[in-house]
């Protein structure tokens, strides 16, 4: 088939290598523009641009899609590449930008997305963090057929993949992206079938993953001491988690639960290679720390430098 594919991250690049290698005529990608990103703030290409640029794959890049909206300009040249393009499909994988309605009216067999959740739990922006943040033992992938609604499209095949105590969003999110890249392989053959069997969402556990702010960053020591592991590993890559120990500001990558009590943000313990901080219930023994600019180094480590008073 034609399949026409908009998407931005890692996540989305591993789809559309799937999409691209089982043979798909791919007429044009949609990405999001390039981004200032590292030290430098360089502009660097989405892993999406990359793989189109490195497989000759044609490419757009509107900021907006709104016929009506900032840059209509842009959204009306998106609209004239797609209809040349004449996609039988258009898959959709963290893009980034809202599809407005002539976008999903135009691909014949409209547009499937791939989401990182067992929906109807977690639409949204973030289903893989607060997955793990909430303390989920389950996840997973769900293709829908796309609507105007926010991610309350029909169900066209989903299959669950369980959280591991030790998961970050790092660790899932790659995981994940293999099991969409197999799905979308899976629903866009049964869908040259005529082989889909849409069912809807049910109107029960519906909860919303909002955005990730780098404001959560900061640790909330009065949470219990399972809710602050868990935003570490929800927080790993971004934005991290952090504290200030010893008079100096980190980030707090690893940690795990441990008896204890104090006030929140008490150091209970600094020393014999152990920093265990007081949280709202339980303590939390700090693993692995990160100095602005440096590495991540375990907690003993850094107590052998950074001596903290307990």
Not at 133 to 148: F, K, L, N, S
Not at 157 to 176: M, Q
Not at 283 to 288: N, R, V
Request: glycine share 10%.
């Amino acid at each position: 088939m034609k399949v026409a594919f908009a998407g931005t991250p890692e996540f989305a690049r591993v789809a559309l290598a799937a999409i691209h290698g089982a043979g798909h005529d791919v007429p044009l990608v949609l990405t999001q523009p390039d981004r200032p990103a590292g030290r430098g703030l360089k502009l660097q290409a989405s892993p999406v641009k990359q793989f189109a640029q490195a497989h000759g794959l044609p490419l757009a890049q509107p900021r907006s899609l709104r016929l009506d909206g900032k840059y209509p300009e842009e959204a009306a040249a998106a609209r004239t590449a797609l209809e040349q393009a004449a996609p039988d499909v258009m898959v959709v994988a963290a893009y980034g930008l809202i599809l407005p309605p002539w976008v999903l009216a135009l691909p014949r067999r409209g547009c499937l997305n791939i989401h990182g959740s067992l929906l109807p739990r977690w639409r949204g922006a973030a289903p893989i963090q607060r997955a793990i943040e909430a303390g989920d033992a389950e996840t997973g992938i769900t293709v829908m057929q796309m609507d105007a609604g926010l991610d309350t499209g029909a169900m066209l095949l989903a299959e669950a993949l369980p959280i591991v105590p030790t998961d970050t969003s790092a660790t899932l999110h790659d995981r994940l992206a293999a099991l969409g890249a197999r799905l979308i392989d899976q629903a866009l053959a049964l869908l040259a079938q005529g082989a889909l069997q849409p069912r809807p969402q049910p109107a029960e556990g519906v909860t919303y993953a909002h955005k990730i702010e780098k404001a959560e960053a900061a640790i909330a020591w009065q949470a219990p001491a399972a809710v602050v592991e868990r935003r570490l590993r929800a927080f790993d890559p971004f934005p991290g988690a952090t504290a200030v120990l010893g008079g100096q500001p980190v980030k707090v990558w690893r940690g795990r639960v441990v008896p204890g009590s104090g006030v929140p943000g008490q150091v209970l313990q600094a020393g014999e290679g152990r920093l265990v901080v007081a949280c709202g219930q339980d303590a939390l023994e700090l693993l692995e720390v990160q100095l602005a600019g440096g590495r991540r180094i375990p907690a003993r480590e850094f107590l052998q430098r950074h001596p903290v008073a307990g």
